[in-house]
């Protein structure tokens, strides 16, 4: 179920104990093209991040994300912090020919998440096709654990 859409920025203080993270299945430093769960290639990492999982990464609130190569559809990684834990949820391909069926997977991982509140969710709408951002929204309606949308 959808709460409440809030802005990207105020992600970072947000009550939610869960925080997820959508990744692609070739991990955090993806090259190239640049610019996904990435810090970007080795020739733009200077000028800044992004995405919210590079963001993580460089700001040292989860370096853990940059480890973490190719990885399947469906899988979690989980990082407990004293504050949050962490999930990228892995849902999606870069350069797959129907990218919008592996986006569907996002609801089948906030449902394996084991949460006690709702789930603060980032999403960075300039990084999706446009023609994904509903089926990514009816994913998130659907599924089971209420998602605080920051984007």
Known sequence: ???????????????????????NTDGIYMYPPSGYNDLSSQFYAKKGVSSF????????IVPEFNYFRQRKLGEIIEI????????GIVCY??????????????QSCLNKIQNSGPIALSLEE??????????????????????????
């Open 53 to 60: 999982a590079g963001l993580l990464v460089k700001t040292k």
């Open 1 to 23: 179920m959808l709460l409440k859409h809030v802005s990207l920025e105020s992600i970072l203080t947000t009550r939610c104990h869960d925080i997820a993270v959508l990744l």
């Open 80 to 87: 407990k912090k004293s504050d949050h834990t962490y999930h």
């Open 126 to 151: 300039k990084l999706w096709n446009k023609a994904h951002l509903p089926i990514i929204f009816s994913a998130i309606e659907k599924a089971d654990p209420q998602v605080v949308l920051y984007h």
């Open 93 to 106: 391909k870069l350069h797959a020919e129907n990218e919008i069926e592996d986006i569907s997977t996002l």
